[in-house]
């Protein structure tokens, strides 16, 4: 089995920071793709960056050059640092990973209980 286990999250006035944490622990032998989505009430839950098995690093448009994606490879952790926060990014964030438990099989998708992050104007 494998945990995602997210922290970070919290109140913040608009044009504030946070910096969001992803641990993945548990049966592991490698992480593959990792990366942060978000929902809001009534909206379907988006990707808002990741950082792809080769190590390219993809953003939502929205979040470009606000949002700051990064890994440890070592600790199997993911960061996401959050700048110049709107309103609009008030959500639940969660982190997603497709993990292999033993070399030779393949991935397994895996998401995090999610995180509040909420943005007051």
């Known amino acids: 089995q494998v945990q995602l286990m997210e922290s970070g999250g919290g109140l913040v006035q608009a044009g504030g920071s946070l910096r969001l944490s992803c641990a993945a622990s548990?049966?592991?032998?490698?992480?593959?793709?990792m990366g942060w989505y978000r929902q809001a009430p009534g909206i379907q839950r988006d990707l808002v960056a990741k950082v792809t098995k080769g190590n390219n690093y993809v953003y939502a448009d929205s979040v470009k050059e606000r949002f700051s994606i990064s890994r440890d490879y070592a600790k199997n952790t993911l960061y996401l640092q959050m700048n110049m926060l709107k309103p609009e990014d008030s959500a639940v964030y969660y982190c997603?990973?497709?993990?292999?438990?033993?070399?030779?099989?393949?991935?397994?998708?895996?998401w995090g209980r999610g995180t509040q992050v909420t943005v007051s104007s």
């Open positions: 548990g049966t592991i032998a490698r992480v593959d793709d």
């Open positions: 997603h990973a497709d993990v292999v438990s033993r070399l030779g099989q393949p991935p397994s998708p895996y």
